[in-house]
């Protein structure tokens, strides 16, 4: 396995960082815009090497790969470059894969009521090109979308009969403080991204079909696991909501994150004053996206992890019959410690949980575990042998049985 | 009298448009950096003309006056550059006059307790030199600073023997709408004023001394008159504090503004997130100043008149003993209705409000009703020939006697 690693920011540093361990590829080429931040992602291991590369241009990312014999494209930069890191991959006869699908966006006339192009569907319209190409396109391959979906497949095939909700669950007590000990406001993921999918129209699958709702709909306080405690959390368009009911019988499936109050007021103020934008306003003689302003004020997600503390739990909380017919509700859960994962990888923990996956997921295609072709979502593999293997890594995951047997 | 209106944003074009109606001034020299607002603001009367000015530059403000034989000067622009013009308004030999005074800055080890630099100290520390050479700077006579100084006095000289506060209370219904009709958010004033004023220490005197607090300390409802009604003021820092001791006996002296909890969340958001930050950031190549751009992605201030509706109140709550040696509780207040400034003037109502203050001053002064040099607040004049004057404006003022007689 030759690998093509497209972005070396926090995601793809730890990536290389978790892939370095492990012994079932022959070479990782690092790509990114900055050529530098390539050479310091590969500087890893020996296997690794580094290249300039314009995510942007599908032409450039097919070059690489015929370049460099590349076998799979693992794609690790914002998702606004994902069709053209997809398609280069086709183009060089490679297979793919990437922690969020293609973007959406809303319907013109009632964007809160109904979907209109939706998370992915650009990459499941040419499903049959990868089919008939013999190609294996495995799309949401990171925490969020990728465990949770993984999840979903093992509810259905070992603990369920039948499911009434695939209720994915996202929560952290993360802090982090600035030199002086205060704490200081740091998202632990790329403030852009969190502003796309927060207000995004949430999408919510609901008796076989997919409808949309308000930003910041139907809080629910979740208790998270191991210390995490009670998480104000609300819906939020997500993969997972649009993969499960393709693979996994469900009445309702949703994505609901823990923002924390303090967080959906600052997303509300944002998109009160418009500074949510993307579009570029003239200020003083120059031009910015306010959106970029945001994220540029804020510290860099892929620096806080030494002034962070806490952990982070992604998860899929399951209601539904169990085997024995009786009424179950089950959370299964990866909780990762970012004092581990800075101690053991130099990496934060929400970075880190978001790349083990992948890496985990190229090891079982490495080895011929799992196999498939076309454009398919982790919950069309086998659940056990991925969740036995993450356990290698050194954070297992973990099944919390509720109290209660339908979701709040 | 000779007039270099300084600044033709938002108040200096009502402030053009007041002047119009009055025949005190022989001439208006209106001076903008960008010189086709400053003829726009200029088209209301024969009597008015344009020229470019540099604000930040005290040689050429001075050489604006020489050149058109000035008076006075009005400065009508952003307190930052209060100190160039006001330097060059006396190296001119001319009075001068503003609506802010110059910018404090924070105690370097305990800024939420003591004073550092106050707002106005800059000015004061001439004040021997302003007297020396005969010249008045009348510092901050617009609505607040200026009208609310004004009742202070008129409270001491005639309805109170001993004030135990002077409380300045300022709160508005005012709502902006879109095309479609439906409310955004929209501050009727300059939000990098607002923010600067929001944000910095808010300064209270109390026996005998200043002393500041955190940010929106002392919340308090105070009912507006006139159909305003409740609305959440906090401690801001303001002029008023600063001047009204210096020449009226009180206890103590506040500023609270009816700033509404949205707003109170959308600038403490702002500040969480370090939008506020004055000093540049990099964004994608190009260097802005993060208040900028929140500035930039709000509607104009001078442009949302047209689709603003309510009514804007200034005032002074003063408590203390009356003339007849009972306890008494009394607002002195001026609320001006959008619809009524728009229809009346073209302009909306808080900038008109700010506006029509220094009008008033000037003729009281070119009619030699005031008389004075140095530097000098509104409170050292007499404050019955300034709200009659006002009154013939079209909007008069308003006195309400308060149940309690202690202040929340």
Redesign the interface.
């Known amino acids: 396995m030759r690998i093509l690693l497209v972005g070396a920011g926090g995601v793809g540093g730890a990536f290389a960082a978790i892939a370095a361990r492990r012994d079932f590829f022959e070479a990782i080429v690092v790509g990114d815009h900055d050529v530098a931040k390539a050479e310091r992602a590969a500087a890893v291991d020996a296997r690794f090497s580094a290249v300039q590369v314009d995510a942007s241009d599908a032409g450039s990312v097919a070059a690489l790969c015929a370049e460099h014999r590349i076998t799979h494209v693992m794609n690790a930069v914002d998702p606004v470059f994902n069709m053209s890191i997809f398609d280069g991959a086709l183009a060089a006869g490679a297979d793919y894969l990437d922690m969020a699908m293609s973007l959406s966006r809303p319907h013109p006339e009632a964007p809160y009521e109904r979907t209109g192009v939706k998370l992915g569907d650009e990459q499941f319209a040419v499903a049959d090109d990868w089919a008939a190409a013999g190609r294996l396109a495995l799309v949401g391959i990171g925490v969020e979308p990728g465990l949770s979906d993984v999840f979903a497949r093992y509810a259905a095939d070992h603990l369920f009969s039948e499911i009434d909700e695939l209720g994915t669950r996202d929560g952290a007590n993360l802090v982090v403080t600035d030199n002086d000990g205060n704490e200081v406001?740091a998202p632990s993921f790329s403030m852009w991204t969190t502003i796309e999918e927060c207000l995004n129209p949430p999408v919510v699958w609901q008796d076989g079909a997919w409808h949309t709702t308000a930003p910041f709909s139907e809080p629910e306080v979740f208790d998270f696991p191991e210390g995490i405690g009670p998480v104000e959390c609300v819906n939020v368009e997500h993969e997972e909501v649009l993969l499960m009911p393709r693979w996994i019988d469900c009445r309702r499936a949703t994505f609901k994150y823990g923002l924390g109050e303090e967080f959906i007021?600052?997303l509300k103020?944002?998109h009160?004053?418009?500074?949510d934008?993307t579009e570029k306003?003239?200020?003083?003689g120059?031009?910015?996206?306010?959106r970029?302003?945001?994220a540029?004020?804020?510290p860099d997600p892929a620096t806080v992890g030494p002034r962070m503390r806490g952990k982070t739990c992604a998860g899929l909380w399951v209601t539904g019959t169990g085997k024995d017919g009786q009424a179950r509700s089950t959370y299964l859960y990866h909780v990762v410690d970012n004092e581990w994962t800075m101690a053991e990888y130099g990496h934060q923990c929400v970075v880190w949980q978001t790349a083990v996956n992948p890496v985990v997921a190229l090891e079982l295609l490495a080895t011929g575990v799992w196999t498939g072709v076309g454009v398919l979502g982790p919950e069309a593999f086998d659940a056990v042998p991925f969740l036995d293997l993450l356990a290698e890594h050194g954070a297992p995951w973990g099944q919390r049985e509720m109290a209660s047997s339908t979701l709040g």
């Open positions: 406001f007021t600052i103020v944002l009160t004053l418009g500074l934008r306003v003239r200020v003083k120059v031009e910015v996206s306010p970029d302003v945001v540029a004020v804020l």
